[in-house]
């Protein structure tokens, strides 16, 4: 499974070839050349996800963070009740390492993330945000709606912080962080506000 928003490391096609069973997950990171607007966007997507990343068997936790946007699974190991029933790779990672599902990572797998434009992404990123808690207020009270929107005046300060945790574990991105700190408190404020009318509206507008 490829990412769109992917180019491919040249060793990967033969990475993917010798895949033999379960998972095997890749590695994401910014093309060499990636300006620090592309660096900040990767950083604030795939934070967790970032090398340094360890080879070889996966733990329930490294499976379900494993992007999917660069991943090999064997027939099989990919059923479509898992997929069908996911609001995203988390969920179905998930249920297929409960399942039993092996899964691996392989750095040979390597793939390069070009992101579109900066004012694209934040675009995107307020309308994904706001889809999002938009399904989970379907069926809420309007009580409870206001109070999941409330509870969304955290959100900055968490998602900074959790950003700040996952660079600390990789010093080679704190560069990056540093320099690009005041794109990361407008990404979170446009995160904050999509979530917040979400839940808001209900999904709708």
Avoid: K
């Amino acid at each position: 499974m490829l990412s769109e928003d992917y180019t491919l490391d040249p060793g990967w096609l033969r990475a993917a070839l010798a895949a033999e069973e379960g998972v095997t997950a890749g590695v994401v990171e910014p093309a060499p050349d990636a300006s620090l607007a592309v660096r900040a966007i990767y950083l604030w997507e795939y934070s967790h996800a970032a090398p340094p990343r360890r080879e070889g068997a996966l733990d329930e936790a490294e499976a379900r963070l494993a992007p999917a946007g660069c991943v090999v699974y064997a027939a099989g190991a990919a059923e479509p009740a898992d997929i069908a029933g996911s609001a995203s790779e988390l969920d179905y990672h998930s249920a297929m390492f409960e399942r039993g599902v092996a899964f691996q990572r392989d750095a040979a797998l390597r793939a390069f993330y070009h992101p579109p434009t900066l004012a694209t992404f934040v675009r995107d990123r307020r309308r994904w945000s706001h889809d999002w808690a938009g399904a989970r207020a379907r069926g809420m009270s309007g009580g409870a709606r206001t109070a999941a929107a409330l509870s969304r005046l955290l959100l900055p300060l968490l998602l900074l912080l959790r950003l700040a945790r996952n660079v600390a574990a990789r010093p080679r991105w704190a560069a990056t962080a540093i320099l690009a700190f005041p794109l990361y408190v407008a990404f979170a404020c446009v995160q904050t506000l999509g979530e917040t009318t979400g839940f808001l509206r209900g999904g709708d507008g």
